[in-house]
């Protein structure tokens, strides 16, 4: 007679791996750990499917020579994932101890999960200005990601918010499709280097609004123009635009690990060089928590493959 009883829900037992993040990196993590074998146990996070959950058509990803879906593309990466067997578990992590192997996971929903290696794949989040109808027409004008979707504003008039580099890149780049690029800004004199700044105001497609904040994003079904205040007399004007692109920056979702794992000064997972290495050993960072620079879906997933492939040599090693 078979007295085998299936193990409870929490598995006492220590994982192989477990990733954090369900974006490219994470996902991509998980079909090369899958595929070694390690049986990859993946937390799903705040956002499932990650920051391409909240763009419409993806046309840079290799391989699509028709424009995909983000939560399309995302449910295709979780699908291989899961066809090698990965195991996903939704919440969230809200506690980790990284200060001895195996390290120890908490959930928002009271499990505990203890493994020997950690993938972290938690993205980062672009900043908002935090209003109703850019939450509204996110997707339908509103953008975050010039390079992801500058290529549906051909010939049209649009707007970056921000004055710091990134802005300026935006809407240097931005200028490639676009007929017009007008910068928004709250103050009077830009953030941005030097360089990049002449770049931007020796353009001739560029034009600044100083001392303005976007109070309101016009549009029912997408965008039609910003009403501006005037941060110095009060006054509104609206501004008519197709296309709204938010450059004010992007938070890496690291606050779990500060004073555990070395970040820059803006709390990106530092990484060893040409590895997915942390200051850890046994803990790997992925995508854009380790990335400041390209924030691209596809240098994600090659992260994610790097991650996987240190993460399966660390356990071979630590046998």
């Given at each position: 007679?078979?007295?085998?009883?299936?193990?409870?829900?929490?598995?006492?037992?220590?994982?192989?791996?477990?990733?954090?993040?369900?974006?490219?990196?994470?996902?991509?993590?998980?079909?090369?750990?899958?595929?070694?074998?390690?049986?990859?146990?993946?937390?799903?996070?705040?956002?499932?499917?990650?920051?391409?959950?909240?763009?419409s058509?993806?046309?840079?990803?290799?391989?699509?020579?028709?424009?995909?879906?983000?939560?399309?593309?995302?449910?295709?990466?979780?699908?291989?994932?899961?066809?090698?067997?990965?195991?996903?578990?939704?919440?969230?992590?809200?506690?980790?101890?990284?200060?001895?192997?195996?390290?120890?996971?908490?959930?928002?929903?009271?499990?505990?999960?203890?493994?020997?290696?950690?993938?972290?794949?938690?993205?980062?989040?672009?900043?908002?200005?935090?209003?109703?109808?850019?939450?509204?027409?996110?997707?339908?004008?509103?953008?975050?990601?010039?390079?992801?979707?500058?290529?549906?504003?051909?010939?049209?008039?649009?707007?970056?918010?921000?004055?710091?580099?990134?802005?300026?890149?935006?809407?240097?780049?931005?200028?490639?499709?676009?007929k017009?690029?007008?910068v928004?800004?709250?103050?009077?004199?830009?953030?941005?280097?030097?360089?990049?700044?002449?770049?931007?105001?020796?353009?001739?497609?560029?034009?600044?609004?100083?001392?303005?904040?976007?109070?309101?994003?016009?549009?029912?079904?997408?965008?039609?123009?910003?009403?501006?205040?005037?941060?110095?007399?009060?006054?509104?004007?609206?501004?008519?635009?197709?296309?709204?692109?938010?450059a004010?920056?992007?938070?890496?979702?690291?606050?779990l690990?500060?004073g555990?794992?070395?970040?820059?000064?803006?709390?990106?997972?530092?990484?060893?060089?040409?590895?997915?290495?942390?200051?850890?050993?046994?803990?790997?960072?992925?995508?854009?928590?380790?990335?400041?620079?390209?924030?691209?879906?596809?240098?994600?997933?090659?992260?994610?493959?790097?991650?996987?492939?240190?993460?399966?040599?660390?356990?071979?090693?630590?046998?």
């Open positions: 007679m078979n007295t085998h009883t299936h193990p409870p829900v929490e598995n006492p037992e220590v994982e192989n791996v477990t990733i954090l993040g369900t974006g490219p990196a994470g996902w991509t993590a998980a079909i090369y750990t899958a595929r070694a074998n390690l049986k990859p146990l993946v937390i799903s996070g705040d956002q499932p499917g990650g920051q391409l959950t909240i763009t058509d993806v046309e840079n990803y290799p391989g699509f020579a028709e424009p995909v879906m983000g939560p399309e593309l995302m449910e295709a990466f979780r699908k291989q994932a899961e066809r090698f067997g990965t195991r996903l578990v939704t919440g969230t992590v809200v506690r980790a101890d990284l200060s001895k192997r195996p390290f120890t996971l908490e959930t928002s929903d009271g499990h505990t999960i203890r493994t020997n290696t950690l993938i972290v794949a938690t993205g980062a989040s672009a900043k908002w200005l935090g209003i109703p109808s850019e939450k509204r027409l996110m997707g339908k004008g509103v953008s975050a990601c010039a390079t992801c979707d500058g290529f549906f504003f051909r010939n049209q008039d649009i707007a970056v918010v921000g004055g710091g580099d990134t802005a300026m890149e935006e809407a240097t780049f931005l200028t490639r499709f676009a017009s690029v007008t928004l800004h709250r103050r009077e004199s830009l953030r941005a280097s030097k360089i990049m700044q002449e770049k931007a105001l020796k353009n001739p497609k560029i034009r600044f609004e100083w001392n303005v904040e976007v109070s309101d994003v016009l549009g029912e079904k997408g965008v039609e123009g910003v009403r501006l205040k005037n941060l110095k007399d009060g006054s509104s004007k609206d501004l008519p635009v197709t296309g709204l692109f938010i004010i920056g992007h938070e890496p979702n690291t606050s690990f500060q555990q794992l070395d970040c820059n000064s803006a709390g990106y997972l530092l990484t060893q060089a040409g590895t997915a290495k942390t200051s850890i050993p046994g803990v790997f960072a992925a995508g854009d928590v380790a990335d400041p620079n390209y924030r691209q879906a596809v240098t994600a997933a090659g992260t994610g493959c790097m991650a996987a492939i240190d993460a399966e040599r660390f356990l071979e090693g630590h046998a």
